[in-house]
């Protein structure tokens, strides 16, 4: 599922996308295991399952329709996962294995920026602005970080482009420092034309 991705990315707000058509087939293959199967199977899924991005997504979509975070729960019909039981058994595996990635390993997953807020809405609000921060006390760091946090927009006048806004920074770093370290890189040699670079996104996130 993350390779399809890979070979054909798409907005992370689309509707019948491939990973928004497994949801569905999922629900209903876990249906047709008997409760103590269902339960190991979910388990193996989250623990074993080597495409994180996109069991991510399937994650972030079971919080929501749970009512854990936000204000979008769902119907129990629609739910992919059957009982609180089995959510709280995905949350504590998948945020064990979000504990266990180090920056790098998060940035090569198809939507990085999706799984940092999954990380947070999951219950672990410091663990993603741990790694973050601690990652970003160089200035290579830090650029590498906020490149890492860049999201598409998809206009109708200018089509897909890329930006980095405030709602995608400052829930893991402190906005306006990050902001005026990357400002001032821009005066140094080294580093000048990728700091410029991230203040472009910024500039164009203030935008949109």
């Not at 990635?101 to 609000?125: H, N, V």
């Not at 830090?142 to 946090?149: D, F, K």
């Not at 306006?176 to 910024?202: F, G, N, Q, S, Y």
Request: with cysteine; charged share 25%.
């Amino acid at each position: 599922m993350d390779e399809a991705y890979r070979l054909r990315p798409f907005d992370g707000f689309a509707f019948s996308s491939l990973w928004d058509r497994t949801l569905p087939l999922v629900g209903l293959l876990l249906a047709r295991l008997k409760p103590a199967q269902r339960s190991i199977a979910t388990r193996d899924m989250f623990a074993k399952g080597a495409a994180i991005g996109w069991l991510t997504f399937v994650f972030r979509h079971e919080i929501f329709a749970h009512g854990r975070f936000g204000d979008r729960s769902r119907h129990e019909g629609e739910w992919v996962l059957a009982s609180e039981l089995q959510l709280d058994d995905a949350i504590r595996i998948t945020l064990s294995r979000y504990n266990a990635m180090t920056l790098k390993d998060i940035q090569q997953c198809p939507r990085p920026l999706s799984l940092l807020f999954a990380w947070q809405q999951a219950g672990d609000e410091e663990g993603p602005r741990r790694l973050l921060g601690a990652h970003s006390k160089s200035d290579e760091g830090l650029l590498q970080t906020l490149e890492g946090l860049t999201s598409q927009i998809n206009s109708s006048d200018r089509g897909i482009f890329t930006v980095l806004s405030r709602q995608n920074i400052e829930p893991f770093l402190d906005y306006e420092d990050a902001t005026l370290r990357v400002k001032a890189l821009t005066k140094k040699a080294k580093l000048k034309e990728a700091a410029t670079k991230i203040m472009t996104l910024i500039a164009e996130g203030k935008r949109y």
